[in-house]
Structure formats: C-alpha cells, structure tokens
Nanobody, 118 residues
C-alpha cells in the first residue's frame, strides 16, 4: 500500500507561483509514475502532469503546458509540481497520483487546495 502526502497549496494572486510536493511512503521504482490531477467545484477531475520514473518522461495537460513543471526527488520519493503564471482557472483541489505499472494499481493523496485570485 502506497500512502501519499501532499503539501504546498495555498492562496496566490494571478500571475504568481506555487510549488506542490507529493511524498510517497514507499520507495518509488522504475515501474511507477507519479503525477497530479485537479478538480474544481462542479467539474470533472482533470489530468495536470505526470512523470514516469523509469526514464523521467513528463506529460502535461494542455491547459498547463508551458506554465507547470513536474520533477522528482529520488532520495525523498517525492514528486514536485512547480506552477508558474497561475490563473484563476487553475483554482482547484490538486491530487497526487501514483500508478504502479506492473500491478495496475492507482493511489491517491488527500488533496491540497490551490486558490488563485484575480
């Protein structure tokens, strides 16, 4: 069982930056991918970004490309999402996600709130 702890959410003005961290309770190996989804009130959960541990490939949702960057800290079993040029439409509850390729299991964090004011 993988437990995920997110941190770093908060309130920021439009155009500002925030960083989110997601720490896993277990060692992250090559067959894992870590990423972020978000969900705004009344909307479906949306893919934000992901990083494949085996080769560091990164993937982004269209709405965040060029503004968000996902990276990893191997020693801390952690993924970091750097969010720049934030917009009010980025306001959402951000969830960390881990996919374990060899088992097909998915794990979710509890979510951290990001609010971007005008």
């Amino acid at each position: 069982q993988v437990q995920l702890v997110e941190s770093g959410g908060g309130l920021v003005q439009a155009g500002g930056s925030l960083g989110l961290s997601c720490a896993a309770s277990v060692r992250i190996y090559r067959n894992f991918a870590m990423g972020w989804f978000r969900q705004a009130p009344g909307k479906e959960r949306e893919f934000v970004a992901a990083l494949r541990w085996s080769d560091r490939s990164t993937y982004y949702g269209d709405s965040v490309k060029g503004r968000f960057t996902i990276s990893r800290d191997n020693a801390k079993n952690m993924a970091v999402l750097q969010m720049n040029d934030l917009k009010p439409e980025d306001t959402a509850l951000y969830y960390c996600n881990v996919d374990e390729a060899n088992t097909g299991k998915h794990y979710w964090g509890q979510g951290t709130q990001v609010t971007v004011s005008e």
